[in-house]
């Protein structure tokens, strides 16, 4: 089922153990190889995704032989080199690990087949591959925009060149389908890289991935590799994956910012992937790393926050842009430097973070290949992240609600690399506890709610009082209250401030005016509209910020805050909360009939308790509390105790 967003609570503290999926980058490299080679190879802890699925999709209808190992291994019967399948459309998602070298591999075979993907990844450059491509034979043509995918390739063309030029200040992509291609020609050949050669640890993992295959090249500095002559992928039989680096970026930061000790399993400080030096720049900014053979961990500084740093970013592309959300909790500004590459990824890195960061309140200076990130002045802003179909932007994001309530959209781009990134990050984020106090009208829930908040020094929300104020604000505006499309409009785009002693909306002193009986009439039937509480669902839930929230309403514990620690059902006898709302009418000088008010009071109980969306009930899981015999006292003593033995299991 396909999910528009996810809310995220504001954490206040982030430690645990997260045992890390298989790497992008080795998985993907490591199953082609395993095509290409002679004889069987089982990949253990293979990453599951949607980038190894575009791959072993492409690999099968090649031809390749792809079964079930042990547990969750995989295993590949190698081609020698010679694809059974030469003619095919292979559609390959937006899997740049899968894309690039899959054209170097099928431009040297000796076949027919048209490589596509989702729309963004023909805005993905490819040209500097097929141009070094072509300088070998290769014949490609664009199938679109020249430069860019769709491609169709067809057999080589005869060719001795011995001697290849490729860019390598784009993509360090190119060079690796390149070298991973060469061995197919069976004669000696070098690439000389032009320019400078970006991500080169990408490099390293591809020189290490085709040794492990038997394929050892000659290596010049970082500008001329050889693949000597002869070279032919032989299967080594069993290879584990090494757990993901840049994925271990986002949990290693949590734990630098949360508290921690957060330790990532599955990849240790002598890793192959140039990613797992994330650690360095986290130490750099004054985090508390430490390491065992196949363990990283972190944790906060003992004195004081973190700080920024300047940093030349090429050793770590990917893990980069987790760097540039810790930089949200650092003293000072932080500086990423040498991440052109981020601008022909999955989206534009560079401009998408940038406006990403400032939703949450950071200035930021955006250049051809840098970001300067200073942190908000007065804490982060609660904001709507877009993904932009990239599940970096996604996981690197997400560390943002360390400081405030977060709304992810479209979440499970995460598939790409990481399907269950949300799950394993709510099992090592401690949120913000909650305490949900719902009930009838004029149980003394706000009483209650403002009483206890006070207690705890924590933060109130009177959930009631949005949806009062989009009852004013509609009839200001002169809109029904049943018009629910243009009501909830108007919710969404509330005007208000809450201060200490008073509620400003559009600039108007409106306490006592949300408090009469009409606009309260009002807010029942405008909060009955399913559309008015999807609107203001997020809004509620950013009032959830450090040391802790203490919510009324009538929802708050089933549809609001579902994870809230304490949840407290309210009610009271009708003709006790007539009388308790008689007397409060009287004491503000308004006239009432204890008669009216019993009336209006069982009608909006039916309407609350019978609306299709988010009725007002007692969670399976709330604290009942009947206030009829109580006093104030007695009842804020009993839902503290409640509160008291709930933060003891915390």
Known sequence: MSIDHLDLPQLCAARGTVHLPGSKSL???????????????????????????????????????????????????????????????????????????????????????????VPRMHERPIGDLVDALRQLGAQINYQGVEGFPPLRIRPPMPCSNDVVQVRGDVSSQFLTGLLMALPLRGIETTVEV?????????????????????????????????????????????????????????????????????????????????????????????????????????????????????????????????????????????????????RVKETDRIAAMATELRKLGASVEEGADYLRIDPPVGGLHAAAIDTYDDHRMAMACSLAALGTPLRINDPQTVAKTFPDYFARFAEVGQAVPVIAI?????????????????????????????????????????????????????????????????????????????????????????????????ALLFRQRAFRRSPGLVADGRDMGSVVFPDAMIKVFLTASAEMRAMRRHKQLIEKGMAASIADLLLDLRERDERDSQRSVAPMQQSADAELLDTTNHTIDSAVAQVLDWVSKGLQKR
């Open 438 to 534: 719902d009930g009838t009208s004029a149980s003394g829930k706000g009483t209650i709610a403002i009483r206890v908040a006070q207690a705890l020094g924590w933060h109130y929300l009177d959930s009631g009082a949005l949806y009062r104020l989009t009852a004013l604000a509609a009839r200001h505006a002169g809109t029904a209250w049943d018009d629910e499309d243009t009501v909830a409009a108007i919710a969404a785009g509330l005007d208000v401030e809450f201060g200490d002693h008073a509620i400003i909306l559009a600039g108007e002193e409106v306490s006592d005016a949300i408090r009469s009986e009409e606009i309260s009439v009002g807010a029942s039937r405008v909060a009955a509209l399913p559309a008015v509480r999807a």
């Open 27 to 117: 998985s993907n490299r490591l199953l082609l190889l395993a095509a290409l080679a002679t004889g069987r190879t089982e990949l253990g802890d293979l990453l599951l995704s949607d980038d190894t699925a575009r791959m072993l999709a492409a690999l099968r209808i090649l031809g390749v032989g792809v079964e079930p190992g042990e547990g969750k291994a995989l295993c590949i019967t190698g081609v020698a080199g010679d694809f059974p399948v030469r003619a095919a459309d292979l559609f390959l998602g937006n899997a740049g690990t899968a894309f690039r070298p899959l054209t170097a591999v099928l431009a040297l075979a000796r076949g027919d087949y048209c490589l596509s993907g």
């Open 194 to 342: 032009v320019g400078e050669l970006i991500s080169r640890p990408y490099i390293d993992i591809t020189l290490a991935s085709m040794a492990r295959f038997g394929v050892e090249v000659r290596r010049d500095g970082w500008r001329r590799f050889t693949v000597p002559a002869g070279s032919a992928y032989r299967s080594p039989g069993l290879v584990q994956v090494e757990g993901d680096a840049s994925s271990a970026s986002y949990f290693l930061a949590l734990g630098a910012i949360g508290g921690g000790p957060l330790r990532v399993e599955g990849i240790g400080p002598d890793s192959i992937q140039g990613d797992v030096r994330f650690a360095d720049a986290l130490s750099a900014m004054g985090a508390r790393i430490s390491a065992g053979a196949h363990w990283i961990e972190a944790a906060a500084p003992l004195v004081g926050r973190l700080r920024g740093i300047d940093l030349d970013c090429n050793h770590i592309p990917d893990a980069a842009m987790t760097l540039a959300t810790t930089a949200l909790f650092a003293d000072g500004p932080t500086t990423l430097r040498h991440i052109a590459s981020w």
